[in-house]
């Protein structure tokens, strides 16, 4: 199978919180608030329930997402991964703090990628630059291998 690049941006969340909001008519905030994963940093320190919402919204954006890129249940096999963070702001971000841990247990559940340990994703590389008119995040998925039906 041919490489493929998915890319999250402003106009990516814009489109998922159309959906979001008539979904949950009564929610106010918005249900992912940047076009890259939440720094490590950030929800390590947070209190389960919270860590755990965070990581639920993540989850149900992903599928959403995945599902629109036409990729859901595709059972990828074996993969490699790069994940290309544009942060907003040219404030300090630690490269590891990028770790996009939500993404990639949404795509497990999305169907996307069988799993997200070891012997089907070999390798995830991580990149961060500064992008201040369009954050987003690219991922880049090569060396792909389907499962056999």
């Given at each position: 199978?041919?490489?493929?690049?998915?890319?999250?941006d402003s106009n990516t969340?814009?489109?998922?919180?159309?959906?979001?909001?008539?979904l949950h008519p009564k929610a106010t905030k918005k249900p992912i608030e940047t076009p890259y994963h939440t720094p490590m940093n950030?929800?390590?320190?947070?209190?389960?329930?919270?860590?755990?919402?965070?990581?639920?919204?993540?989850?149900?954006?992903?599928?959403?997402?995945?599902?629109?890129?036409?990729?859901?249940?595709?059972?990828i096999e074996k993969c490699e991964m790069k994940f290309t963070t544009w942060y907003a702001t040219n404030r300090r971000h630690d490269v590891d703090a990028a770790t996009p841990k939500f993404i990639l247990d949404g795509f497990a559940d999305a169907g996307f990628i069988i799993?997200?340990?070891?012997?089907?994703?070999?390798?995830?590389?991580?990149?961060?630059y500064v992008d201040k008119e369009n954050p987003r995040t690219e991922i880049e998925i090569k060396n792909i291998v389907l499962k056999e039906n």
């Open positions: 199978m041919d490489d493929i690049k998915l890319v999250i969340l814009i489109d998922y919180e159309r959906i979001y909001f008539k950030q929800w390590m320190i947070m209190k389960r329930p919270m860590m755990n919402a965070l990581k639920q919204r993540w989850k149900d954006f992903i599928i959403w997402f995945i599902k629109k890129q036409g990729y859901s249940n595709l059972h799993d997200d340990d070891y012997k089907h994703l070999s390798s995830l590389t991580l990149e961060c």
